[in-house]
């Protein structure tokens, strides 16, 4: 009997310390900002493909190529075929009368919203919380999304305010997630949990071939509801897995809630602080990263509004192929922001590089040779598959951008990690709606590569140029007006 009941207790003991109570909470934390980005850009990026259902398809251009047919010689075929003319246009649902102006303002929309929202989202997330943030964000989101066919019914101004409304939401995200991360990672996890933010880059990856599976067997509505309802889903389990910090976790173990609390040490401030605007604008680490985001968004951004466009119009690819193809590049960035996160973590851990030394140098991976790619581009011709190849290295090498941009803001003053990252995002997202009408600018007649190799060029700039000023003026330290009651030597110091 004495035997049994011991063999009891060991099986319950073995119960309470299964594989599953091991994980940390701050694991489970993390994979829920990957959701939340992953649902997020899911919501943004699903009308780059969808609008191109929603409309009459253009004209195919015919331009005199030079490229060689099999036979050697040069023909005079469409480099950019569309599915008009004699063919039959598929019925995928209502189609809109929209011009390529129109379209560009639909997609620039989201990004109004955005802009509009991301500058005081790091104040509101440091007063209220980040929980509440981005739970409401997924949530209203997710309704707006499923209400996009409704406005699209009612005209072009009706869908331009839904995703006016769906911007708006969106910009309360980022700022957010950064002020949970700021409280929830080790120092020497940072790169791992930024990484965690690129679920947005995989939520583009999943997305433009999901929706052109959806629209090619159900119709282009249906590729607004089923990404509604998975939000939705999304953000019950947000409330049920994620705390503002590990003090408020209510099955946090205490071990995990000390180590992560010792390891931040006083960069956190207890209290509620106001953001010290008068030094953030007269900060030239501050200026330096706030330049080189906006380059990252632009690469970023452009790709997220006009891809799908390019691959489809000029490279020639129908629908669903055309987002499956659009998608490698952020798949390819997803992969290369966990390695490069994991290399700058492992620098940083055994001080082999200081932090400044490692934001700076990692430009170049997540700057420059993206840019370099983009200049390549212009000059290969026009090789379809070569040029999703191009596409795809110069996104992936910007996975990097994990260990610069998008961290440096919780370098430069951790107890305003929200506030940083929301007036970065603020200016930055001006990329976002700039892009598209530059887009339409250049291909406003006819969109083959003539036209679209000054888009590329400009791509090219806005990343290399913010890279090096950059290098010249950014920082990883700490800096004196994160906390106003400790003294400059602290201030000034250094994680490493």
Not at 76 to 103: C, F, L, M
Not at 165 to 189: C, M, Q, R, V
């Amino acid at each position: 009997m004495l035997r049994l009941e011991q063999t009891l207790v060991n099986y319950i003991a073995s119960i309470d310390h299964s594989p599953a109570d091991r994980i940390p909470t701050r694991f489970n934390v993390s994979i829920m900002l990957f959701m939340a980005c992953l649902i997020s850009y899911m919501l943004r990026v699903n009308m780059s493909v969808n609008i191109l259902a929603m409309v009459q398809p253009i004209q195919s251009n015919i331009k005199q190529s030079t490229v060689p047919d099999h036979h050697g010689n040069v023909s005079g075929e469409a480099i950019n075929q569309t599915i008009v003319g004699h063919s039959k246009i598929p019925d995928y649902g209502p189609r809109y009368n929209w011009s390529s102006h129109d379209q560009s303002i639909i997609l620039g929309a989201y990004f109004y919203g955005y802009l509009i929202s991301s500058l005081p989202a790091g104040i509101f997330a440091e007063r209220f919380g980040g929980r509440n943030m981005v739970g409401l964000s997924l949530a209203f989101s997710a309704l707006l999304t499923a209400l996009t066919p409704l406005a699209a019914d009612n005209g072009m101004w009706a869908t331009i305010a839904n995703r006016v409304a769906l911007g708006i939401l969106g910009g309360f995200l980022y700022p957010a997630l950064h002020n949970l991360i700021s409280k929830w990672a080790p120092p020497d996890e940072k790169g791992k949990f930024v990484s965690a933010l690129m679920g947005g880059t995989f939520g583009t990856v999943i997305t433009w071939p999901l929706v052109g599976v959806l629209i090619e067997t159900l119709g282009w509505s249906f590729a607004f509801y089923i990404p509604a309802a998975i939000a939705a889903i999304a953000s019950v389990l947000w409330y049920i897995i994620v705390a503002d910090s590990p003090a408020t976790h209510p099955r946090i173990k205490s071990e995990e809630k000390d180590y992560i609390e010792k390891s931040l040490g006083d960069t956190i401030s207890k209290s509620k602080l106001l953001p010290p605007i008068t030094s953030l604008a007269t900060s030239l680490p501050f200026l330096a990263l706030l330049v080189l985001h906006f380059g990252n968004l632009w690469g970023l951004y452009f790709l997220i509004t006009a891809a799908p466009k390019f691959m489809s119009e000029v490279l020639g690819f129908k629908l669903a192929k055309a987002g499956f193809l659009a998608a490698l590049p952020y798949l390819a960035r997803s992969l290369a922001a966990f390695l490069f996160g994991t290399i700058g973590d492992m620098l940083r851990k055994k001080s082999i590089m200081g932090v400044t030394a490692i934001r700076k140098s990692f430009c170049i991976f997540s700057h420059i040779i993206p840019g370099l790619f983009l200049v390549g581009l212009i000059y290969i011709g026009f090789d379809p598959y070569v040029c999703v190849a191009i596409i795809t290295l110069s996104l992936g090498f910007n996975g990097a951008s994990t260990m610069t941009n998008l961290q440096n803001s919780q370098d430069l003053a951790p107890n305003f990690a929200g506030t940083l990252y929301g007036i970065i995002n603020f200016v930055g997202t001006s990329s976002g709606f700039i892009s598209p009408i530059l887009v339409a600018h250049f291909t406003a007649q006819q969109s083959t590569m003539d036209e679209w190799q000054y888009v590329f060029m400009i791509g090219a700039a806005a990343y290399i140029v913010p890279a090096l000023i950059f290098v010249v003026f950014g920082s990883g330290q700490v800096q004196k007006w994160n906390e106003p009651k400790q003294t400059p030597a602290t201030a000034a110091h250094e994680h490493t």
